[in-house]
């Protein structure tokens, strides 16, 4: 990776709990839809508009 500046850069972010640390790394990120015994964190505002 070259040392561009970091505004040429993409960057992607993921919000969780840190307990579902240990199944993210053991299987990584899935959709919400199939996921069964997860922490969620989310804003359920935020879900009902997207």
Do not use: C, Q, W
């Not at 500046?5 to 790394?25: A, C, M, P, Q, W």
Request: hydrophobic residues 35%; charged residues 35%; negative net charge.
């Amino acid at each position: 990776m070259s040392d561009a500046n970091i505004r040429e850069k993409y960057f992607v972010y993921h919000l969780t709990s840190v307990e579902n640390l240990d199944g993210i790394f053991k299987e990584g990120l899935k959709p919400r839809a199939s996921l069964e015994n997860f922490t969620d964190v989310a804003d359920s505002e935020i879900l009902k508009k997207r």
